[in-house]
């Protein structure tokens, strides 16, 4: 090609100019990717992709610490009812039935139209309180319950419950004086019945 090259040095330094110039434009046409129809793709600005890039990363970051902390806060919140029905557990199992045994008798009395109406409220013994009635026991036979009869020792057993319990129950109930035996060990006989049943509901 330099064969057919004009002899003039300037016309020669013209066209050898033309041809390094479109040897550079046909190269950067080469490497320019295309669309299907064969026309040149617009690229974008290599800053705008890092942009774009960057701001991704900055919002998958910002996603992570959203999930963290809400993974955070849930397992606080579970730990907080645990710790919640752990207490109201122990404190259950401290303080025992909050509710009373209460219960209304009518009794019929010899010689009289009018019954005796009696209304009992006892509350549940705790430990401090079996000791009570215990103690109450030794005092009441002078320690010598083991040489009654079981009656006996039932009656006993009912007014010193009675006796450490009652929340409200006339005095005359575990009165020395009072005849009708039958009514302290009725009262009793109930509210160990209702005792066993609250006592066996905890162990479930």
Known sequence: ????????????????????KSQVQNESEADTPTTPVGQPAQQAPAGNSANEVQELKQMVQNLSKQVQKYQKN?????????????EKAVQDIINGNPENFVEDYTFNVSGSDDPVKLHVEMRALTAADIRRVENLKVEMTS?????????????VEAIATIEVTKEDVPDWVTSDNLYRTDIPIMIYEDYTAWWNSFRNSRRR
Request: aromatic share 10%; hydrophobic share 25%; glycine share 2%.
């Open 143 to 155: 320690g010598r319950s083991q040489y009654y009869d079981a009656e006996f020792k039932e009656l």
């Open 1 to 20: 090609m330099q064969d057919n090259l004009p002899n003039d040095p300037r016309a020669r330094k013209e066209l050898e100019r033309f041809m390094q």
């Open 74 to 86: 849930e397992q606080q919140e579970a730990d907080f009812k645990h710790n919640v029905e752990s």
